[in-house]
């Protein structure tokens, strides 16, 4: 067995593991977060993470009423010219919290006085000694290149802070019952694998979704390079027909994510 | 003579006639846009326009220490649960202005109270109905699927209105130089176009930039997708060490956008 499979089949585990801990810190210290005047979410992250980010862009939107921008840790590091944060609740999420880009982003936003929150996987982390409040995924240690683990806890996070800041209880039972469905479903995805062998040859293909899932297309699209090499590239179903749609060839697979609900 | 080609031609007079009547009225104008208690930009674009969108997003973060956040359309649109827009100016940025989607950002931003501006190249189009501040492109009838002038005029609307929010005279004396730049630079690229004709077999690639620049890689990638049909991919330099550098294989070119300055 890779370790992939090894860890993806550890996900559920792991997804319990972090609700147990931190569903009633998360509870009672997400409201306060918005108390100091905050007018938007400020998401550092990279990779994987970016993908959670993306996420928490619509779930927040929609269902807190927040918009999210993401930082541009450039301004940060390299042109030393950071945006001043007035409104901002800043927020990094790091699986191994090392990133420089993004502990730069959180440490700028400490130093202008915003609140601040981590959520990573490594608690001893450079990134958190710029954070009021660390949310650890515990996660436990991940060997494989790709982030199975990880990336999944990091959405949890985002989903639960999400339901708390809201105080929607309904939501939080909804994400209790999850590591019970995400072990169904791995069992299932791994079963079905098989039938994806006719596509081993492609060279190349493209991942479509929208709005709450767009993050998910993203995801897969990095999870399917980061293993294969091979370059599949993920895109809004709107963005696609402004430019892109030009690159759908003969011969490559489309992968669309069209769950229930308005999605593509 | 393609159209492309032509339009490319275009750009420098359409450029000086975008600053001739623009100008002085963006100089004067811009300084009350931050007046509403502005804490960051929300931006609303598709396409190449949301490449001068992702120009603006460093632009005005290292010389105006406004964040800027990018619209979310279909929290507005599939979700019908848009944000609350406290704290933001609206920008919309569309050649058409006609997208359903940049125009229901900026007719939510109209219905909360938030300032908003259209930038486009038809005054007369949905858009416009929705903005306290329509910038006209004035880049003229573009027949080519590749934009050209409207693309340039677009970062120059965003490069003027830092400037011109900024009080920078020094910042539009060199805008106002642009367009004899423009003119040289389009007479380098076309003479110098043949040493790339060995790349005509490359059925893919990546380009590589940061930062301010960010946005010309995806430029960039965008045009040669859309004229080539060749799936080319923007990156940022520090994104791509998360992750997709799995994708960068032999016989595939890399473009690397390096101006002087920190950049790559």
Redesign the interface.
């Given at each position: 067995m890779s370790w992939v499979e090894r860890e993806l089949r550890e996900q559920p585990t792991a997804l319990a593991r972090f609700l147990d801990r931190e569903r009633d810190d998360v509870r009672a210290r997400a409201p306060a977060l918005v108390e100091r005047d905050v007018?938007?979410l400020?998401i550092a992250s990279?990779?994987?993470s970016?993908n959670a980010a993306r996420y928490a862009?619509?779930l927040?939107?929609?269902?807190?009423?927040?918009?999210?921008?993401?930082s541009?840790?450039?301004?940060y590091t390299?042109?030393d010219?950071?945006?001043?944060?007035?409104?901002?609740l800043a927020i990094a999420i790091s699986q191994s919290g090392e990133s420089p880009?993004v502990v730069s982003v959180l440490a700028e936003a400490t130093r202008q006085g915003r609140p601040t929150v981590a959520i990573t996987n490594e608690c001893e982390s450079p990134l958190t000694r710029h954070a009021d409040w660390v949310l650890p995924l515990h996660a436990g240690h991940e060997r494989a290149v790709a982030a199975t683990k990880t990336y999944l806890n990091s959405i949890a996070a985002v989903a639960l802070l999400s339901a708390a800041l809201a105080g929607d209880d309904t939501r939080i039972a909804a994400i209790d019952a999850m590591p019970d469905a995400v072990e169904a479903q791995v069992e299932r995805s791994l079963a079905a694998s098989p039938t994806l062998d006719r596509y081993a040859g492609a060279?190349?293909g493209v991942v479509v979704a929208?709005?709450l899932n767009l993050a998910t297309a993203f995801e897969i699209a990095?999870k399917i390079?980061?293993l294969s090499?091979?370059?599949f590239?993920p895109f809004?179903s709107?963005?696609l027909l402004?430019?892109?749609i030009?690159?759908l060839?003969p011969g490559r697979p489309v992968l669309v994510v069209a769950p229930s609900g308005?999605?593509v």
């Amino acid at each position: 067995m890779s370790w992939v499979e090894r860890e993806l089949r550890e996900q559920p585990t792991a997804l319990a593991r972090f609700l147990d801990r931190e569903r009633d810190d998360v509870r009672a210290r997400a409201p306060a977060l918005v108390e100091r005047d905050v007018r938007y979410l400020l998401i550092a992250s990279r990779g994987s993470s970016g993908n959670a980010a993306r996420y928490a862009q619509y779930l927040f939107g929609a269902f807190n009423q927040l918009p999210v921008a993401f930082s541009t840790p450039s301004l940060y590091t390299l042109y030393d010219a950071p945006p001043k944060l007035d409104g901002a609740l800043a927020i990094a999420i790091s699986q191994s919290g090392e990133s420089p880009d993004v502990v730069s982003v959180l440490a700028e936003a400490t130093r202008q006085g915003r609140p601040t929150v981590a959520i990573t996987n490594e608690c001893e982390s450079p990134l958190t000694r710029h954070a009021d409040w660390v949310l650890p995924l515990h996660a436990g240690h991940e060997r494989a290149v790709a982030a199975t683990k990880t990336y999944l806890n990091s959405i949890a996070a985002v989903a639960l802070l999400s339901a708390a800041l809201a105080g929607d209880d309904t939501r939080i039972a909804a994400i209790d019952a999850m590591p019970d469905a995400v072990e169904a479903q791995v069992e299932r995805s791994l079963a079905a694998s098989p039938t994806l062998d006719r596509y081993a040859g492609a060279d190349g293909g493209v991942v479509v979704a929208r709005g709450l899932n767009l993050a998910t297309a993203f995801e897969i699209a990095l999870k399917i390079r980061e293993l294969s090499g091979i370059p599949f590239e993920p895109f809004s179903s709107a963005d696609l027909l402004h430019g892109p749609i030009a690159a759908l060839l003969p011969g490559r697979p489309v992968l669309v994510v069209a769950p229930s609900g308005p999605t593509v």
